[in-house]
């Protein structure tokens, strides 16, 4: 049983990106910005996630990357994946941005914060929305489910991969995950990063999880929170970890 001493005192802080005024920053700085898709970088498209079980034969109590992992054989997981794939290939079609998209993007490239991707989908759909929304945009690494050797979200993994391919040494505890889902708060909260839960109609019970440093309504929304200064809403008490990855 972990005791009073494996606890600390987390409240998410970042030096403001501003850096014209002469006095130090007494905050960590921030090292970059990993993204969710769907749902994050452009609009919810929720009704796919209902079509994807109807086509699996499954529970919506039931993860879907899961369920395909669990499968029997190879030939069973892929049949699974392509019916997902279809499903997602038709949903792309009709990606729309999130308002704020390209202003938060546009600044964040001015500031020179990098910038990541780490989703549940697949690549195809990804590559979509980079094309047509954010041509003029670049994000180094792109995580997606058929990253070789990375679990999905909420397993954190990503995340950490992310952080070591920027050279960053204490996990990635001065990153900033964004997205709209529990996995993405989770995944983000236990690889060390603060985390910015975009609101949306289906996701308002999760400003008050543990795993939610801040919440906002709109991308372009962090513009001024980065610019200032990010101070996350909650301080908390959480599990110091034992490694360093």
Request: aromatic content about 4%; glycine content about 6%; charged content about 20%.
């Amino acid at each position: 049983m972990a005791s009073l001493d494996d606890y600390t005192l987390r409240q998410r802080r970042f030096a403001p990106l501003n850096t014209s005024n002469n006095n130090p920053p007494t905050a960590p700085q921030l090292k970059g910005i990993v993204f969710d898709v769907d749902g994050t970088l452009c609009l919810p498209q929720n009704y796919m996630f209902g079509e994807m079980r109807a086509a699996l034969g499954i529970s919506k109590s039931v993860d879907i990357l899961h369920h395909i992992r669990s499968l029997a054989t190879a030939q069973e997981q892929l049949e699974a994946s392509n019916k997902i794939k279809a499903i997602e290939r038709e949903a792309m079609q009709h990606q729309e941005p999130q308002p704020g998209l390209v202003e938060l993007m546009d600044y964040l490239q001015g500031r020179g914060v990098r910038r990541a991707l780490c989703t549940r989908n697949f690549e195809k759909p990804v590559t979509n929305l980079l094309q047509n929304h954010l041509y003029a945009h670049v994000f180094v690494p792109i995580i997606t489910r058929e990253t070789p050797g990375l679990l999905p979200k909420p397993d954190p993994a990503g995340i950490l991969h992310i952080a070591k391919e920027w050279s960053l040494a204490n996990r990635a505890e001065n990153l900033i995950m964004v997205g709209d889902s529990i996995d993405d708060m989770t995944a983000g909260h236990t690889a060390g990063a603060a985390t910015v839960l975009l609101l949306n109609d289906h996701n308002g019970h999760l400003k008050e999880h543990m795993h939610t440093d801040l919440c906002i309504e709109r991308l372009d929304e962090l513009i001024n929170i980065l610019e200032n200064g990010f101070v996350g809403e909650k301080t908390r008490a959480e599990l110091v970890p034992t490694d360093k990855v």
